[in-house]
């Protein structure tokens, strides 16, 4: 299997593992070959995909979990807007009429179902959440590659301005 490949199986695998019937993997790898600029656009990076590798040097397991970040947060806006989606139209799609209930009480007992708004918003809170955690990813990814602006003590160049104060035999 390619790198594109294994990316999507591991999204699938670690990510969604009772869900492989909705997104598969083949689904997962055409969404990343389709969504590498975004991976691009996050990273500050100029990756491509060529006959299912990364190139030019390949994705560093940041990259990749970076990557499955973008995918989480795509899926979870998926599945948001198909409930809302769902909620207004039938599978045949004439428009839906509401059951009438959303709790049952009798007694000390009551059935309630879940709304399908509040589901929604479940789904947007997840969003949020995989949104902190790419925020979190792309912190560490830019903090570790980022160079120092200036070189402070022996480390730096002792005639920089022109200046030769600095004697280091005394």
Known sequence: ???VGTLAQNISDYSFPDDTGKFPVSFIS??????????????????????GTFGPTGLSDIEENIFAELFTINYYNRASRDILVRSVYN????????????????G???????????????????VKMSQE????????????KAVPGQVVG???DVNY????NYNRDS
């Not at 599978?91 to 009798?106: H, I, K, M, P, Q």
């Not at 059935?111 to 809170?125: G, L, M, Q, T, W």
């Not at 301005?161 to 030769?164: E, K, S």
């Open 30 to 51: 055409g969404w990343i070959n389709f969504n590498i600029g975004k991976l691009n656009a996050v990273t500050h990076e100029c990756f491509v995909i060529t006959d």
């Open 91 to 106: 599978v045949d799609g004439s428009v839906a009429t509401s059951a009438g209930w959303n709790t049952l009480r009798e």
């Open 1 to 3: 299997m390619n790198e």
């Open 161 to 164: 301005y022109g200046l030769n």
């Open 133 to 144: 955690r790419l925020d979190s990813l792309l912190y560490q990814y830019n903090n570790s």
């Open 154 to 156: 022996d480390d730096g």
């Open 108 to 126: 000390d007992t009551y059935i309630s179902r879940p709304d399908r708004n509040s589901v929604s918003r479940s789904y947007i809170e997840m």
